[in-house]
C-alpha cells in the first residue's frame, strides 16, 4: 500500500465503516507515516484489565490516529487490575496520564464504593478487603 493511499484511509472521517480485517492491517502501516503528520493534540493512556486489551489498544490507537490525535498507550499485563484494585500506593495510580482505562471483570464490580464515599473511606475499606 503506498503512502498516499494509507493517508486516504487512515484520514478519511469515515473509518469506522471499513472491514474489521482492513482496520487491523492499517493498524501496522500507522508507523510509516506517524512522523509526517502534524497532530492537533498529544495523550497519554493508562490501561489496565482483568483482560487481554492489545486488540482493543491497537483499534484506539487508529481511530485516535484518525482524528489526528497522537496517542502514547501504556498497557498493564493480563490481569493487573486484580493487583492494582488491592495497592492504592501503586506506581500505576500515580501514573500523569490524561485517560486511565480499567476494565474489570465483573466479580469486581461487587467492592464499587458508595457514591458518597470520601477517597479516606474508600482507602480503608480497600485495605480491609486486601
Not at 491497537?58 to 502514547?72: A, D, Q
Not at 486484580?82 to 500505576?92: S, W
Not at 473511606?121 to 480491609?128: A, D, N, R, W
Request: aromatic share 10%.
Amino acid at each position: 500500500m503506498g503512502n498516499k493511499k494509507i493517508d486516504n484511509i487512515l484520514l478519511n472521517p469515515q473509518l469506522y465503516s471499513t472491514d474489521l480485517l482492513d482496520l487491523q492491517n492499517l493498524s501496522s502501516e500507522i508507523k510509516k507515516i506517524e512522523s509526517s503528520l502534524n497532530f492537533n493534540k498529544e495523550i497519554t493512556i493508562d490501561t489496565s484489565s482483568d483482560y487481554t486489551l492489545t486488540f482493543l489498544e491497537e483499534m484506539l490507537h487508529l481511530f485516535l490516529f484518525n482524528r489526528k490525535i497522537k496517542s502514547k498507550i501504556n498497557s498493564s499485563s493480563f490481569g493487573s487490575l486484580n493487583f492494582f484494585i488491592r495497592d492504592p500506593d501503586n506506581k500505576f495510580w500515580k501514573s500523569k496520564s490524561d485517560i486511565t482505562l480499567l476494565i474489570p471483570s465483573a466479580r469486581k464490580l461487587n467492592f464499587l464504593p458508595d457514591i458518597s464515599d470520601d477517597i479516606n473511606l474508600i482507602k480503608k475499606k480497600s485495605k480491609k478487603r486486601c
